[in-house]
């Protein structure tokens, strides 16, 4: 449902897929050097109707985006980076319920 970022590289442990009796949620988590608000200005465009949040404090910034997939699927990416750090830490999650 969604691209990796380009340039982005798997964290340890970073990707999870869970089916259960209502469906599958995904979860990767990766990492870039590129800002928190670039990583989301990428994803933005692959949601219908998304919904974008940014935020800062001491240092730190976050900015996030979620809504529906083209296929129905919920999604959401939070892009984080810590006061001083060189690289973004990017958590993607996408929660496709089973159809009936």
Not at 25 to 53: A, C, H, I, W
């Amino acid at each position: 449902g969604l691209p990796f970022y380009p340039g982005s590289k798997e964290m340890e442990f970073g990707s999870a897929k869970i089916d259960t009796d209502e469906g599958t949620n995904l979860s990767m988590n990766r990492t870039t050097t590129d800002t928190p608000e670039k990583v989301v200005e990428f994803y933005k465009g692959k949601f219908k109707d998304p919904q974008t949040f940014n935020s800062s404090a001491d240092g730190a910034s976050q900015a996030q985006v979620g809504g529906k997939l083209a296929d129905g699927a919920d999604a959401a990416v939070i892009a984080l980076r810590e006061k001083g750090g060189s690289t973004t830490q990017i958590m993607i999650t996408i929660q496709r319920k089973k159809t009936k």
